[in-house]
């Protein structure tokens, strides 16, 4: 089972529909397989979809104005721009359309994620153009294409700069860490030609494109660091096997030691992990949350639960980090681990997405053997904490609110990780913390 993980600025979806990357000319086929896409959502929404009244919306009249509109749109990334206009306007985290992979990737050569109410750069990469123009960690971005960016609609930002509406070049506003005026600079981007078929092979994960664009999929997704007190554990996805989280456990963190659990930045991911992570830091089995899907749907009611490892059970003290990038899965555990009073929960507020969806791939055929995939994520249940509230759009609120500020981002300090180890004894100065995962962060070479 797959997955925990999430318009003033719909509007400009409209608006901006001629500065598509993907810009041609549609002829009478094309735009009858992007209403045959749309159908097909709307398909998949009307059977799968966790509310049966669909939060109250209209679905036929709702996709009724969106095929009328296809008739309008002049490009395939018009297109895809509708389908994905009228599933976020369900206001659902993990309800959004998967478009095709498109004839080419772009890559801004920036990293950007809320802190607090603010959006910064986090991290640019080395010899880009975005490092040419000046741009740095810490720089905090004003606006981005026209428009000022905050906590609430960053992610449909990304989503929509990085994956519906790539472009040749990004305009950004920024308020320099280093100070002076705000400035105006234009990155150009770097441009990779892929195959000419557009083809969605592998499950578009909406969380990898939030946390940054870079592709990671070689990288390690935990890193350990350790003394004879504690040992600290960056857990960057649940989209692990649940057997990796025990074998990890084992090999790395040990029965007697405190643990800094690091989840900023992890989206989230499979339900499995998520409770069998639970099941090594409690003594007794437990319900974490209840779902509540369709009635007929009974997997999708079931509430999530775990059996404790007893005697095996971790019992020295937790920390667990979270930050604005933190979703899902990530938040629940932080959750549960506040109700449970298990342990101590510092950083940034988490993202507030946390419904249960699953990956529908979909295709169709274009030309002689060839096949279009694409597909949406569709909510099929929400969560339920055991203080009978969702942490949808809310969040989690730390126990301890801690900011990094812009210039602890620009001489890449970590003053949450420091004061994590500090209350366990320890010391770590925030130029150290910093540099401790960074690997993590690194940019690959392409």
Avoid at 365 to 382: F, K, L, P, Q, R
């Amino acid at each position: 089972m797959k997955n925990l993980t999430r318009f003033v600025f719909a509007a400009a979806i409209c608006a901006v529909f001629a500065q598509f990357a993907f810009a041609q000319n549609l002829d009478r086929i094309e735009r009858g397989r992007l209403k045959d896409m749309l159908a097909s959502v709307k398909s998949s929404i009307k059977k799968n979809y966790y509310d049966a009244n669909f939060r109250g919306i209209d679905l036929d009249a709702r996709f009724a104005k969106a095929e009328a509109r296809m008739d309008e749109v002049s490009s395939l990334g018009q297109g895809f721009a509708v389908i994905a206009q009228v599933l976020m306007e369900f206001n659902d985290s993990h309800l959004y359309f998967m478009p095709p992979e498109t004839t080419t990737s772009v890559d801004y050569g920036l990293r950007m994620k809320a802190v607090g109410d603010k959006v910064f750069v986090t991290s640019v990469r080395p010899k880009s153009d975005a490092e040419a123009k000046g741009l740095k960690a810490g720089d905090e971005i004003l606006k981005l294409e026209g428009f000022r960016p905050n906590r609430k609609e960053l992610w449909k930002m990304v989503y929509y700069y990085y994956t519906l509406s790539p472009r040749t070049k990004l305009n950004l506003t920024v308020a320099h860490a280093s100070g002076g005026d705000p400035a105006d600079i234009e990155i150009a981007a770097k441009i990779r030609t892929k195959s000419r078929i557009l083809n969605l092979t592998n499950t578009f994960d909406l969380n990898d494109v939030i946390r940054d664009s870079d592709n990671r999929a070689e990288r390690n997704i935990n890193y350990f660091a350790k003394n004879s007190n504690f040992v600290i554990w960056k857990m960057m996805t649940f989209s692990i096997e649940p057997t990796e989280i025990e074998r990890l456990i084992k090999t790395e963190v040990g029965q007697g030691r405190n643990v800094i659990l690091d989840l900023r930045g992890n989206g989230g991911g499979y339900v499995k992990s998520l409770e069998e992570l639970a099941g090594f830091f409690f003594d007794k089995d437990m319900k974490i949350a209840d779902r509540k899907g369709r009635e007929e749907k009974k997997k999708e009611n079931e509430p999530m639960t775990f059996k404790s490892r007893g005697a095996n059970a971790l019992n020295g003290k937790l920390i667990v980090l979270i930050d604005s990038q933190s979703g899902s899965a990530s938040e629940i555990f932080a959750r549960f681990v506040q109700l449970e009073k298990r342990g101590t929960v510092i950083g940034d507020v988490s993202a507030g997405a946390v419904m249960q969806s699953m990956s529908m791939g979909m295709k169709i055929t274009s030309g002689m053997n060839n096949e279009i995939h694409y597909g949406a994520s569709v909510t099929n249940a929400d969560v339920i904490m055991s203080d009978g509230k969702s942490v949808e759009h809310v969040g989690v609120t730390p126990d301890k609110l801690m900011l990094p500020t812009a210039e602890d981002l620009l001489k890449q300090r970590d003053p949450v990780l420091s004061h994590a180890v500090e209350l366990l004894g320890g010391k770590l100065t925030p130029e150290e913390a910093g540099k401790l995962f960074a690997k993590a962060e690194e940019w690959d070479d392409r």
